[in-house]
């Protein structure tokens, strides 16, 4: 069964830090470009972060604006984790983070709620 199972999410400061895991099941991250996803009350699902599959020079790491500089997406295949440390974090980041696949989605998780209080 294909499942994303997300965590590590919290009530925390701003200028505070979380670190998010994602554990893949049912499928080999390796073979996949993942990506981290926010949603806030009222409007959709935005990819924030991705990372392209192993092997690329420069690590095929992507940010929205909105994180660059602030958040750092990795993987470790070995244990089909996908992680998102999130640094001096802001009000603004609140909301429920997922994981997913962005070229081949699949259901999404129960998400990680991230709260940043002012």
């Known amino acids: 069964q294909v499942q994303l199972v997300e965590s590590g999410g919290g009530l925390v400061q701003s200028g505070g830090s979380l670190r998010l895991s994602c554990v893949a099941s049912?499928?080999?991250?390796?073979?996949?470009?993942m990506g981290w996803y926010r949603q806030v009350p009222g409007k959709g699902r935005e990819l924030i972060a991705s990372?392209?599959?192993?092997?690329?020079?420069?690590?095929?790491?992507h940010y929205a604006d909105s994180v660059k500089r602030r958040f750092t997406i990795s993987r470790d295949d070995d244990k089909n984790t996908l992680f998102l440390q999130m640094n001096r974090l802001k009000p603004d980041d609140t909301g429920v983070y997922y994981c997913?696949?962005?070229?081949?989605?699949?259901?999404w998780g129960q998400g990680t709620q991230v709260t940043v209080s002012s």
């Open positions: 049912g499928f080999t991250s390796v073979s996949y470009t």
């Open positions: 997913n696949r962005p070229n081949s989605f699949i259901g």
């Open positions: 990372i392209d599959r192993p092997g690329r020079p420069d690590g095929g790491a």
